[in-house]
């Protein structure tokens, strides 16, 4: 009988042990995941708003390039038309390195236009990244708060009968 007693209060004292540990886990986790899933978002959101001045600052550097490439094609455009009133070799040569070093500047606006471009599809990117991790957050917050009630319920239960069970084993045992 007494052996019987023992077997029972020990595989008690083992669900008793299981419910503890499993309890503060769920406490733990529960506490910390969502402020791990918080500072991840925050990280986000500073690199998100980094990217958007880098990209105000390209799209206003570009605009001055466009500026200044309007202008400059204005006095290419009256250059070449004067150039082109004298009929000459040398002239003919100074028209197409003009051509060519304008064609130039204005693939390298293009390409520059180009990288933004791509640049704000990557920042969009970014938003929709912060966007889905805040409702996951979110999400998780309502079943943190579940797992934080289960995690103490399981605690406590785990704790006190974890607690009764050893004193009665040693009753049992004096």
Do not use: C, H
Not at 125 to 143: G, N, P, R, V, W
Not at 148 to 155: D, E, R, V
Request: proline share 1%; net charge positive; aromatic share 12%.
């Amino acid at each position: 009988m007494n052996q019987l007693a023992s077997l029972i209060s020990t595989s008690t004292e083992n669900l008793y042990k299981f419910l503890f540990i499993n309890g503060m886990i769920l406490v733990v986790l529960s506490m910390f995941y969502p402020l791990d899933q918080k500072n991840k978002i925050e990280l986000n959101k500073i690199e998100y708003n980094k990217n958007i001045e880098i990209l105000n600052k390209e799209i206003s550097f570009l605009k001055k390039d466009v500026e200044e490439a309007q202008k400059k094609s204005k006095e290419i455009l009256f250059l070449l038309d004067s150039l082109s009133k004298i009929n000459s070799l040398e002239s003919s040569i100074i028209i197409e390195k003009t051509k060519r070093d304008f064609n130039i500047s204005m693939d390298s606006l293009q390409n520059f236009k180009q990288e933004i471009d791509l640049n704000v599809i990557n920042v969009k990117s970014d938003k929709e990244k912060i966007t889905e991790l805040s409702k996951q957050a979110k999400k998780y917050s309502k079943y943190s708060f579940f797992f934080l009630i289960f995690g103490i319920i399981f605690f406590v239960v785990g704790l006190f009968g974890w607690f009764r069970g050893t004193r009665n084993l040693n009753q049992l045992t004096i």
